[in-house]
Each structure stands twice: as structure tokens, then as C-alpha cells.
């Protein structure tokens, strides 16, 4: 391909001539037919038709819905074309030729040719349509040859041309362009030669139209590819929105013209998913990831190795496309997989309620049982120790029975908080002012378990209608979870603050934290991890008894090792019940 001059038609016998031309058109198709990238298959068809004809120089200048093509090979040039692709502008009409006088009779030419628009029986044009000149000397209009090759796009005659032909050049089913040989040689194109090149000159638009073909087929499968690969995803429930998008990114590359150097990036809000080499991207495309109107990142392939222009530069126009598909399918996808996820932690909170609003029921009807036996307990082992006649034995054991009694009594007195048989009295009082006084009695136990404890208090905080006894209830219970995680000391934050309608408790720890099935069950009545002695597992079920009574939400955030973060937000006005 290129040895130019070796097996040109000039010289050769007809037969040769043919089986030249028969050849290289085969080669021609082979290459369409393998989908090569544009730039390549330009050049090669442009050296092959330089070959075949022996002429100087072929220009050729082909367009589509979107884009016009011009290339220029010359003979001469090692191995190189000339190429540039313009996206068309409709306000911007392309210009088939350039010339320098502005006289405009080879751009008349050009025009109505491409627009078949040509009178074959007028002279200088071929029954096939074509336009040649046997001879320069010999055409009237010198001024077409008035050109300025430099910077020159499209069909010029160049100033040591002494012979030329230019040919439309069709598709299957329209006229795609021109295509122009020139020669140094005056008479060149003959009658005899130019039907041959037009025939040649078809090949070739039957082999732009192939390759385009091709090309876009392959395009359509890896995109449908890529989509499917998406929707499949988007359809798989088990995934995580981040499993998801991490499989997404994989996904693009192959969809690319160069899957080998391209790489991918998918980036939601703060969150980065990608492919290896992202980073050593030095061409890229991007497209916004847009979910209710905002936009909330970006898709972005690029290749890491520098590729010729195609297009719009380096991609071509069905992978903007592409991109921008993906880039809505994601879209989709993140608000499909936050809704599903939204709705499976809602679920899950209901659950939570549910079964403890259960074990109150239960826990309300059994505290309610025990209450009347205990207070015969108390009551008769009482009357029993106050017997002047006892023994000092006996009345300790009964004293023992009754301190025993009166701590049941204290369980019972918890279970009935947690479901909510109690009724809080709820009077207005600040809850800055419950947090001073309520670790004042505390101090003491911070001091000996090596514990820091930082304030962080909103001093505009305003007063709440709340029960201020089950309040100071609620704030030592996570204390003391919070020192009892801390054995070998740590810090503690208390903060408060507040918005309009709500005021926020948050009792932070850097303690020993909690697993998933530990932060599961810390609301169960009797469920702990401490021993007897230490706990009783009341404690935060009384505390969601309590904040549950006030109309207001705990929130728990625990990492095993780090620590434990409770928030409590409560109404500041509640709505009284019925
Ligand atoms: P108790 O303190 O009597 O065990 P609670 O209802 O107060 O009962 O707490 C239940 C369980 O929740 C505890 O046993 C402990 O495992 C866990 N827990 C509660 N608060 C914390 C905390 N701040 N840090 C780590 N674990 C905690
Ligand atoms: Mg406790």
C-alpha cells in the first residue's frame, strides 16, 4: 500500500488494468467491511485509489446528517492524509472549493454535482456525470486554477495541475460527495482511463457507506450491551446502591471505540465509583447525572492514551450519546435504589416498633400481675419485722426480703415506663439547666473512670413541656451506658440545640461501641451485655419508653471499637393525647 507508483494503470495492460482496479476494490471492502476507524480507512482508500490510477494527488470530500468529511492524500506524501471533519451548521453552509480570485465556477461545479444537478450532454462532463479536464490549456475559465492550496478544504484544482477528473462518489441510497484526482500530466484522464476510475470511484462510496454501516452496527451492539448490562443491574434487588454503581463503571469501557485505554468514573455527591487507570485519563467526556432537577455528579470515560480526532476530537458522536443514556439510566437508577432503600429502613422501623410495642403489652400485663403480689411481699414482711418479739436474725432477713421486694418493685416500676402505662406529667422546665444539675450528682463517677466530659450546650435553648423527673431519667440512663462502655476512660459529649420545633440531647461516648445485632435488641426489656450486677437491660427501654411517651425519636449511630452516639430530638410543644 505504500509502494504508490509500483502497479499504477498507466503502462499496464488492459487486462492488468482491470485485475488492478478488481483488486484493489476488493481490498477496499475488506477494510470497510472490518469497521476500521474513519481516519485509517481514509487514508489507506486514498493511498489505494493513489495507487491504482497513478495519479498526483485525491481529494475527496463525503457528508453526512451531522458531519462533512474532507480528505487530501498526495502521492508524494510518505504515508500521510490530510483530514478534517466539521460538524455540520446549518447557518454555515459547507463550501466544496475555495478560490482565491472568488471566482466561483469550480464551487458551481461542486455544488451541482453534489446536488446532481448536472448536464451530462454540456461539455466537460462524462455521461456518468463526472467532471474532467484532459487538458488545463485548453479549459476557458482560468481562473479555476486560481487557488491557494495553503489552508485550502475541499476540491481545488492546485496551481501545477495540468489534468483532472472529480466524480460524485454514491452511497446505497445517496449521493455521499466528490471525489477528485488530479495529475501533473496534461492529458491524463482520457476517455479511455476515466470510466475505469468512475467505476473505482464507486467502490469506494459503496465502501464509506459499508464501513459506516459497520461501524454503527458495532457501536449499536456494545451500547446495547452496556444498556442491558445496566438494566440488569438496575433489576438486581440484592445490590447496594454502591455495589451497583461500582458494577456500572466496569460496564462502560467496552462500550468505548478503544476499550483496551479507556477508563471510567462514575461520581455521586461526595462518593467516587471507578475503573483502574482513571486517573491517567488524558482524554475525556462527561456527562451530568441529573436527579430531580439537580445535579448530583457525573459519568466520565476517557482514554489514557492520546487517540486521533474523530467527531468532536478524540470520541465519536454516538459515545456522547451513549454517555448521556447512561448518564439518565444511573439518574434512574440512584432515585429507583434510594426509594427501594428508603423504604426497606421505613419497613424495618416499623418492625422495630411493632415488636416492641408487643413486648410492652406483655411487659405492661406481667408488671401489672407482680404488682399486687409484691406489695403483699413488702407490706407483710414489714408488718412481720416490725413483731417486737422477733429475733435480731430474722429481722434482718425480713429486712433483706423487703430491700429485695422494693428493687423488684423499681424493675416493675421500669416496665410500666416503657410501655407507657405511666403517664409522664409534662410541665415546662429547661432541659440546659436538668443537664447541670443531673451530672452534678454524676461528677463524682467521671472523676474515677478517667473520663472527660465536654459540654456543648445551645445557650438560647428554649423550654420544653416535658416530664422533668423522667427527663433526668433518660439522661442518666445513657450516662451511665456511656461510662460502663468507657472501662478504661474515653470521652464524653453531652450537646444540646435546637430549630423550631424540636430540641436535640446527644450523649456521645468514644467507648467499646456495638455490633449490628448488639444495637438490634438495645431496646428489648432485660436485653444486655453486662452482668447481673452491672445491669439489669432496663435502662434504654425505659429510655424509648419515656421519649416515645413525648412524642419524640431516638436515634442511635454505634461503630464497634469508636464509640456510640445517641440522639434523642423532642417536641417542644407536644400534642397532647386523647
Ligand atoms: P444495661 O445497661 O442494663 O445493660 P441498657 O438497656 O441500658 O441495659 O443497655 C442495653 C445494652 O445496650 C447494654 O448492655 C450495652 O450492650 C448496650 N449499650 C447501651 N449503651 C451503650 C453505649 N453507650 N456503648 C456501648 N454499648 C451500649
Ligand atoms: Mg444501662
Same mark, same amino acid.
Given at each position: 500500500?505504500?509502494?504508490?507508483?509500483?502497479?499504477?494503470?498507466?503502462?499496464?495492460?488492459?487486462?492488468?488494468?482491470?485485475?488492478?482496479?478488481?483488486?484493489?476494490?476488493?481490498?477496499?471492502?475488506?477494510?470497510?467491511?472490518?469497521?476500521?476507524?474513519?481516519?485509517?480507512?481514509?487514508?489507506?482508500?486514498?493511498?489505494?485509489?493513489?495507487?491504482?490510477?497513478?495519479?498526483?494527488?485525491?481529494?475527496?470530500?463525503?457528508?453526512?446528517?451531522?458531519?462533512?468529511?474532507?480528505?487530501?492524500?498526495?502521492?508524494?506524501?510518505?504515508?500521510?492524509?490530510?483530514?478534517?471533519?466539521?460538524?455540520?451548521?446549518?447557518?454555515?453552509?459547507?463550501?466544496?472549493?475555495?478560490?482565491?480570485?472568488?471566482?466561483?465556477?469550480?464551487?458551481?461545479?461542486?455544488?451541482?454535482?453534489?446536488?446532481?444537478?448536472?448536464?451530462?450532454?454540456?461539455?466537460?462532463?462524462?455521461?456518468?456525470?463526472?467532471?474532467?479536464?484532459?487538458?488545463?490549456?485548453?479549459?476557458?475559465?482560468?481562473?479555476?486554477?486560481?487557488?491557494?492550496?495553503?489552508?485550502?478544504?475541499?476540491?481545488?484544482?492546485?496551481?501545477?495541475?495540468?489534468?483532472?477528473?472529480?466524480?460524485?462518489?454514491?452511497?446505497?441510497?445517496?449521493?455521499?460527495?466528490?471525489?477528485?484526482?488530479?495529475?501533473?500530466?496534461?492529458?491524463?484522464?482520457?476517455?479511455?482511463?476515466?470510466?475505469?476510475?468512475?467505476?473505482?470511484?464507486?467502490?469506494?462510496?459503496?465502501?464509506?457507506?459499508?464501513?459506516?454501516?459497520?461501524?454503527?452496527?458495532?457501536?449499536?451492539?456494545?451500547?446495547?450491551?452496556?444498556?442491558?448490562?445496566?438494566?440488569?443491574?438496575?433489576?438486581?434487588?440484592?445490590?447496594?446502591?454502591?455495589?451497583?454503581?461500582?458494577?456500572?463503571?466496569?460496564?462502560?469501557?467496552?462500550?468505548?471505540?478503544?476499550?483496551?485505554?479507556?477508563?471510567?468514573?462514575?461520581?455521586? @455527591?461526595?462518593?467516587?465509583?471507578?475503573?483502574?487507570?482513571?486517573?491517567?485519563?488524558?482524554?475525556?467526556?462527561?456527562?451530568?447525572?441529573?436527579?430531580?432537577?439537580?445535579?448530583?455528579?457525573?459519568?466520565?470515560?476517557?482514554?489514557?492514551?492520546?487517540?486521533?480526532?474523530?467527531?468532536?476530537?478524540?470520541?465519536?458522536?454516538?459515545?456522547?450519546?451513549?454517555?448521556?443514556?447512561?448518564?439518565?439510566?444511573?439518574?434512574?437508577?440512584?432515585?429507583?435504589?434510594?426509594?427501594?432503600?428508603?423504604?426497606?429502613?421505613?419497613?424495618?422501623?416499623?418492625?422495630?416498633?411493632?415488636?416492641?410495642?408487643?413486648?410492652?403489652?406483655?411487659?405492661?400485663?406481667?408488671?401489672?400481675?407482680?404488682?399486687?403480689?409484691?406489695?403483699?411481699?413488702?407490706?407483710?414482711?414489714?408488718?412481720?419485722?416490725?413483731?417486737?418479739?422477733?429475733?435480731?436474725?430474722?429481722?434482718?432477713?425480713?429486712?433483706?426480703?423487703?430491700?429485695?421486694?422494693?428493687?423488684?418493685?423499681?424493675?416493675?416500676?421500669?416496665?410500666?415506663?416503657?410501655?407507657?402505662?405511666?403517664?409522664?406529667?409534662?410541665?415546662?422546665?429547661?432541659?440546659?439547666?436538668?443537664?447541670?444539675?443531673?451530672?452534678?450528682?454524676?461528677?463524682?463517677?467521671?472523676?474515677?473512670?478517667?473520663?472527660?466530659?465536654?459540654?456543648?450546650?445551645?445557650?438560647?435553648?428554649?423550654?420544653?413541656?416535658?416530664?422533668?423527673?423522667?427527663?433526668?431519667?433518660?439522661?442518666?440512663?445513657?450516662?451511665?451506658?456511656?461510662?460502663?462502655?468507657?472501662? @478504661?476512660?474515653?470521652?464524653?459529649?453531652?450537646?444540646?440545640?435546637?430549630?423550631?420545633?424540636?430540641?436535640?440531647?446527644?450523649?456521645?461516648?468514644?467507648?467499646?461501641?456495638?455490633?449490628?445485632?448488639?444495637?438490634?435488641?438495645?431496646?428489648?426489656?432485660?436485653?444486655?451485655?453486662?452482668?447481673?450486677?452491672?445491669?439489669?437491660?432496663?435502662?434504654?427501654?425505659?429510655?424509648?419508653?419515656?421519649?416515645?411517651?413525648?412524642?419524640?425519636?431516638?436515634?442511635?449511630?454505634?461503630?464497634?471499637?469508636?464509640?456510640?452516639?445517641?440522639?434523642?430530638?423532642?417536641?417542644?410543644?407536644?400534642?397532647?393525647?386523647?
Amino acid at each position: 500500500m505504500n509502494d504508490l507508483n509500483s502497479s499504477n494503470l498507466s503502462g499496464q495492460s488492459l487486462e492488468d488494468q482491470i485485475q488492478a482496479v478488481q483488486q484493489s476494490s476488493r481490498e477496499m471492502l475488506e477494510m470497510a467491511h472490518s469497521g476500521i476507524p474513519r481516519a485509517e480507512f481514509l487514508r489507506n482508500a486514498m493511498g489505494l485509489v493513489l495507487r491504482v490510477t497513478g495519479c498526483d494527488a485525491v481529494r475527496m470530500f463525503i457528508r453526512d446528517q451531522h458531519r462533512s468529511v474532507f480528505t487530501e492524500r498526495w502521492s508524494d506524501d510518505s504515508d500521510e492524509a490530510r483530514l478534517e471533519v466539521t460538524m455540520n451548521d446549518p447557518a454555515n453552509p459547507v463550501r466544496f472549493s475555495w478560490t482565491a480570485s472568488g471566482n466561483e465556477s469550480l464551487e458551481k461545479v461542486c455544488r451541482n454535482m453534489v446536488a446532481s444537478h448536472v448536464d451530462a450532454t454540456k461539455p466537460w462532463f462524462t455521461e456518468s456525470g463526472s467532471f474532467w479536464i484532459e487538458d488545463m490549456d485548453a479549459f476557458p475559465d482560468a481562473s479555476i486554477r486560481e487557488v491557494q492550496a495553503n489552508g485550502c478544504q475541499g476540491i481545488y484544482v492546485s496551481p501545477d495541475c495540468r489534468s483532472t477528473l472529480i466524480t460524485p462518489v454514491d452511497g446505497t441510497h445517496r449521493r455521499l460527495g466528490l471525489l477528485q484526482m488530479e495529475s501533473r500530466q496534461m492529458g491524463f484522464f482520457t476517455r479511455r482511463n476515466v470510466e475505469r476510475y468512475e467505476r473505482l470511484v464507486q467502490t469506494v462510496g459503496y465502501a464509506v457507506d459499508l464501513r459506516d454501516i459497520r461501524v454503527a452496527l458495532r457501536e449499536r451492539v456494545k451500547e446495547l450491551t452496556c444498556l442491558y448490562g445496566i438494566a440488569r443491574l438496575v433489576a438486581h434487588a440484592e445490590l447496594s446502591l454502591e455495589e451497583m454503581l461500582q458494577s456500572a463503571v466496569e460496564l462502560l469501557p467496552p462500550g468505548w471505540l478503544y476499550p483496551k485505554d479507556a477508563a471510567a468514573r462514575v461520581v455521586l @455527591d461526595v462518593r467516587s465509583f471507578a475503573t483502574a487507570g482513571v486517573d491517567e485519563i488524558v482524554q475525556k467526556m462527561s456527562s451530568d447525572i441529573v436527579i430531580d432537577g439537580q445535579k448530583r455528579g457525573f459519568v466520565e470515560v476517557g482514554y489514557t492514551v492520546e487517540k486521533p480526532p474523530i467527531d468532536e476530537g478524540p470520541f465519536m458522536l454516538e459515545e456522547s450519546h451513549l454517555l448521556d443514556t447512561v448518564a439518565r439510566e444511573l439518574a434512574f437508577a440512584i432515585e429507583q435504589k434510594s426509594y427501594l432503600e428508603e423504604k426497606r429502613k421505613l419497613q424495618g422501623q416499623l418492625r422495630h416498633a411493632d415488636r416492641l410495642a408487643t413486648i410492652g403489652q406483655l411487659a405492661a400485663g406481667v408488671a401489672h400481675e407482680l404488682n399486687e403480689p409484691l406489695s403483699n411481699i413488702v407490706g407483710f414482711a414489714q408488718l412481720a419485722a416490725s413483731e417486737p418479739d422477733i429475733s435480731g436474725k430474722n429481722r434482718r432477713d425480713m429486712n433483706k426480703i423487703v430491700s429485695s421486694a422494693l428493687h423488684a418493685g423499681e424493675i416493675i416500676k421500669g416496665l410500666l415506663v416503657f410501655s407507657r402505662e405511666t403517664s409522664p406529667v409534662k410541665l415546662p422546665f429547661n432541659l440546659n439547666e436538668l443537664i447541670e444539675d443531673g451530672l452534678f450528682f454524676l461528677d463524682s463517677r467521671f472523676v474515677k473512670a478517667g473520663i472527660n466530659l465536654r459540654c456543648d450546650i445551645d445557650s438560647s435553648l428554649p423550654d420544653i413541656t416535658a416530664d422533668r423527673a423522667q427527663m433526668l431519667q433518660v439522661l442518666t440512663n445513657l450516662v451511665v451506658n456511656s461510662v460502663q462502655a468507657m472501662p @478504661d476512660g474515653g470521652n464524653l459529649i453531652i450537646r444540646t440545640s435546637h430549630d423550631d420545633q424540636n430540641i436535640l440531647l446527644v450523649v456521645e461516648d468514644t467507648g467499646v461501641g456495638m455490633d449490628k445485632k448488639t444495637l438490634e435488641n438495645i431496646f428489648h426489656p432485660f436485653f444486655t451485655t453486662k452482668d447481673v450486677d452491672e445491669g439489669t437491660g432496663l435502662g434504654l427501654s425505659v429510655v424509648h419508653g419515656i421519649v416515645a411517651a413525648h412524642r419524640g425519636d431516638i436515634n442511635v449511630e454505634s461503630q464497634p471499637g469508636k464509640g456510640t452516639q445517641f440522639a434523642i430530638c423532642l417536641p417542644i410543644n407536644p400534642v397532647e393525647d386523647n
